[in-house]
């Protein structure tokens, strides 16, 4: 089955920008959604399709996805951003959905 | 206002079943799929299940596969798991999941607030 990798964490000062990684084979020929996760409550989705954002959801946070690693990155970090964060993919020849292990954003 | 949200969750020796419900509420249920995915006390999300949005297809993760169904009923806006054989490895949070598309490979833009789990005896 299709394999997600992420780093466990990421740090950033405040104001500075946050890319967090998410890697699989041919990651690009696939659609990557994102989630953010904090601490108690429900994920919710942040980017769909690679680099779409959902009403809600500030346009510092962006996509990208091509080869074998999409990337979420978040700009003008902010205290509040500081959560759990998931990529996601349809592993469409085995029905499946995919996550990956998330990354852990700190803001120092 | 867009809403879902889980019930049935607690403690449950292993071996035995347990049904988790989720009603949905502020969407036409009938033309979405539905996923339910879990969260082990400090661990990651894990893809449980989906049923199509006219419950035509089910598709499983290979962990539960066999013991887990999946079901909806749209005339109630509900969708439900039957958990069966219950393991200690299936302790988690349990979320209902709204897809934006009918029939699987969509984001998952709307989550319930979960429900706790707890196989142990």
């Known amino acids: 089955s299709y394999v997600l990798t992420q780093p466990p964490s990421v740090s950033v000062a405040p104001g500075l920008t946050a890319r967090i990684t998410c890697g699989g084979d041919?990651?690009?020929?696939?659609?990557v959604h994102w989630y953010q996760q904090k601490p108690g409550q429900a994920p919710i989705l942040v980017i769909y399709?690679?680099?779409d954002r959902p009403s809600g959801i500030p346009e510092r946070f962006s996509g990208s996805n091509s080869g074998n690693t999409a990337t979420l990155t978040i700009s003008r970090v902010e205290a509040g951003d500081e959560a759990a964060y998931y990529c996601?993919?349809?592993?469409?020849?085995?029905?499946?959905?995919?996550f990956g292990p998330g990354t852990t954003v700190t803001v120092l | 206002q867009v809403h879902l949200v889980e019930s049935g969750g607690g403690v449950v020796q292993p071996g035995r079943s347990l049904r988790l419900s989720c009603a949905a509420s502020?969407?036409?249920?009938?033309?979405?799929?539905m996923h339910w995915v879990r969260q082990a006390p400090g661990k990651g999300l894990e893809w449980v299940a989906v049923?199509?949005?006219?419950?035509?297809?089910?598709y499983y993760a290979e962990s539960v596969k066999g013991r887990f169904i999946v079901s909806r009923d749209n005339s109630k806006n509900m969708v439900y798991v039957q958990m069966n054989s219950l393991r200690a490895d299936d302790t988690a949070v349990y979320y209902c999941?709204?897809?934006?598309?009918?029939?699987?490979?969509?984001?998952?833009?709307?989550w319930g607030q979960g429900t706790m789990v707890t196989v142990s005896s």
């Open positions: 049923i199509w949005y006219d419950g035509s297809n089910k």
């Open positions: 502020g969407f036409m249920f009938s033309t979405t799929g």
């Open positions: 996601q993919v349809w592993d469409t020849p085995n029905n499946h959905y995919v």
């Open positions: 041919n990651i690009g020929s696939y659609s």
């Open positions: 399709y690679d680099g």
């Open positions: 999941a709204r897809e934006r598309g009918a029939a699987g490979g969509q984001a998952l833009d709307i």
